[in-house]
């Protein structure tokens, strides 16, 4: 019976006490308890301790090439206010899919690290000039290249991304198109 009531008591007296209830947890990150947190974040970028909201900025304009050349992707990200030391992030870009294709990686990277995929591997590679900058570089631009990428920054539990479309021009783009389309019309495996 002793036993029993210490063991109670331990589970309940920190329940009790002020100040020992709603203590930020650590697993390598503070996150402050939602249950005390006035200003918990509301799922947009905002950091749950500090109110640091994380920013992903990307053209909206659609960015028009040719097929073979080489493109930068635009996106940069920031925090408001400013950090005052670096955050290690991970950047992930993606090719959105087209008429319920699957969606396409394209390339994954933490800070100098990275891994690109498919078709992507040996042609493209972050641009990582300046502080901030993700812009993705693809060179030897396909056919299939076309359509809109995703560039998403990973903070811990908070994530923020943009969306870059990229559109081919030119008469060489029409007759590789038309060539692929009618090699796989005629069974074909096209261009």
Known sequence: MGLLLLVLLLLILPLLLPGTYGLPFYN???YANSANDQNAGNGHGKDLLNGVKLV?????????????????LPCRYRYEPALVSPRRVRIKWWKLSENG???KDVLVAIGLR?????????RVHLRQ????DVSLEIQDL????????RC???????DESGLV??????????????SHMLGRQFGGRGR
């Open 28 to 30: 390598g990150f503070y």
């Open 56 to 72: 992903v900025e990307t053209p909206e304009e659609t960015l028009f090439t040719y097929q073979g050349a080489s493109v930068i």
């Open 101 to 103: 294709a699957p969606e």
């Open 114 to 122: 990275h891994r690109t995929f498919g078709d992507y591997q040996g």
């Open 129 to 132: 000039d300046k502080e901030h």
């Open 142 to 149: 396909r056919l299939e290249d076309y359509g809109r990428y």
């Open 152 to 158: 998403e920054v990973i903070d811990g539990l908070e």
């Open 165 to 178: 479309e990229l559109e081919l021009r030119g008469w060489g783009c029409v007759s590789s198109y038309l």
